[in-house]
């Protein structure tokens, strides 16, 4: 059986696009691989197809697996929902599992079922999932949403840098790496942290460009002016049977609009994550589903939203990084149809993102302070909450959200586990304060990154030239050769 073969048989294509062929080829071949393709041209196929391929029973006696990692659990279950809708033979084994559910699925993949499996890098923590997964022969490592891996990429996920060890306990399986934005720099440190060299992957990019998408900026001055944009937008595509986002970067700035939307009679749905599981789950389905046309949205409406008929994306503030920007507006028409990109760019909401930009950079002090706080007042922090640490790290500045990105930060290096809330923390402290969150010049460099990112995106909104060869150079289109192919 061919590839083609299995395109047909399990997706009903006859042809591949683009790139797709030669990655697959490549892949067959053992050959590691690091991909950048816009949104909806067919990552996905990449790493599929070799999964599906018959295996080598010479060569590998046990039933081979392809393992993926996925930054996100509904990113994952939407892929596996449509991978079992194609009667292909695939799951997911993540924190949403019951313990009950967890176990079968553990007991199903040592006996040999499933050809791709979806996990976090998290998973890797779990003792009895390295002992499941010792027992199958992973033939194919996918790293999706690849940009997690960098610490330089908008999106940074600490257990990604553990690669190198998770490769070798897989015993160095060939890789292939998959994004839809990644800067020239963040292409080198993604094979860095796969513990490659450059000339043991090939670059296959794909270019970033969507052509139809309408990508427009307009300066605005005042809410006023964004509500006009805004109802506008909605106008234009009323009489369509699309849907609409509208990006906000503050919840009480979006529910400021959804109150002025109401009184306009303009039907919408609010999705942010202040919102309880259930809910934001409900509204999310509705959305997909079609039933509410209009969602309007924090950045917590993120990936996985994987909707064909988006007729626009509309940010009302301005994103944090060029990356955020363009993975947002990604969601636009993946039917291939003419959809609505429209960036509104007030000068003040500037100060937001500089704000959300320095609670997101802690510095080595405040790590310092936060874990001896709980470590050494651990019964206070368990019987008070988030409220008595605020009180204790910034008494006068009650909107400071620097405790919530530290406790989110040791969570995911593995320094304490539990939960937390304004009411009380449960936590556990597993381990000291690992070196990278005390190197300051490490922090500082970091903080200045995040900062030079926002820039970029200013810089692209004042640019007088063609705006997409200013977005083209920022992603390394034209330097395709950063990272050198295999001979």
């Known amino acids: 059986m061919k590839p083609i073969d299995v395109l047909s048989q399990f997706f009903g294509f006859e042809s591949f696009r683009g790139s797709q062929a030669a990655i697959i080829d490549r892949v067959l071949d053992g050959g590691h691989t690091l991909v950048i393709m816009p949104t909806g041209a067919g990552k996905s196929l990449c790493y599929q197809i070799p999964a599906l391929m018959p295996d080598d029973t010479e060569t590998s006696p046990r039933p081979t697996v392809t393992l993926v990692l996925s930054p996100l659990i509904a990113l994952m279950k939407d892929q596996v929902d449509a991978l079992r809708a194609r009667s292909i033979e695939a799951t997911f084994i993540n924190s949403s599992l019951s313990r009950e559910e967890r176990e079968k699925r553990y007991a199903e993949v040592a006996a040999g079922w499933y050809r791709l499996l979806y996990v976090t890098p998290e998973r890797f923590r779990k003792p009895d999932f390295l002992d499941v997964i010792a027992r199958r022969e992973v033939r194919l490592l996918a790293v999706d949403e690849a940009h997690c891996i960098s610490e330089w990429g908008h999106d940074f996920r600490p257990d990604y840098s553990r690669l190198i060890e998770i490769r070798e306990r ?88 959804s109150e002025l939307l109401r009184q306009r009679r303009v039907p919408h749905v609010c999705y942010h994550g202040d919102l309880e599981r259930n809910d934001r789950r409900r509204i999310q389905n509705e959305f997909m ?104 790290l910034h008494a006068k500045q009650k909107h400071d959200h620097r405790l919530e990105t530290v406790l989110g930060m040791l969570d995911r290096y593995g320094v304490v586990e539990g939960t937390w809330d304004d009411e009380s923390l449960q936590l556990e402290v597993l381990t000291s304060l690992p070196n990278e969150l005390l190197d300051h010049e490490r922090l500082a460099l970091k903080l200045r990154r995040d900062q030079e990112k926002l820039l970029a995106l200013v810089r692209l909104i004042r640019h007088e030239g063609d705006r997409m060869d200013f977005i083209r150079e920022y992603f390394g289109q034209a330097r395709r050769n950063l990272i050198a192919p295999s001979s």
């Not at 990644?182 to 993604?190: S, Y």
């Not at 794909?206 to 307009?218: A, K, Q, T, V």
């Not at 100060?351 to 874990?371: C, G, K, L």
Request: charged residues 25%; contains cysteine; negative net charge.
């Open 170 to 257: 897989l015993g160095n399986p060939t890789t292939i790496a998959l994004t839809a934005t990644a800067t020239p720099d963040v292409q080198a440190d993604i094979v860095r942290q796969l513990g490659l060299r450059p000339d043991q992957i090939e670059l296959f990019h794909e270019g970033i460009e969507r052509p139809n998408l309408r990508l427009n900026i307009e300066e605005v001055w005042g809410d006023e002016e964004k509500f006009e944009h805004i109802i506008a937008v909605c106008d234009r595509y009323s009489p369509s049977t699309g849907s609409g986002i509208v990006y906000f970067t503050l919840i009480r700035t979006l529910e400021r609009f």
């Open 289 to 392: 589903q079609g039933h509410c046309p209009l969602v309007l949205a924090t950045p917590a409406f993120g990936m996985g939203i994987d909707k064909e008929d988006i007729r626009f994306v509309l940010h009302a503030e301005i994103p944090g990084s060029m990356e955020a920007w363009y993975q947002e507006i990604g969601r636009a028409g993946r039917d291939g149809l003419p959809s609505d990109c429209l960036l509104l760019y007030d000068e003040a909401d500037l100060t937001t993102q500089m704000e959300f930009i320095r609670w997101s950079n802690p510095d080595a002090d405040f790590y310092h302070r936060v874990y001896d706080l709980i470590a050494h007042d651990d019964e206070r922090a368990s019987a008070f909450g988030l409220d008595w640490l605020r009180e204790q």
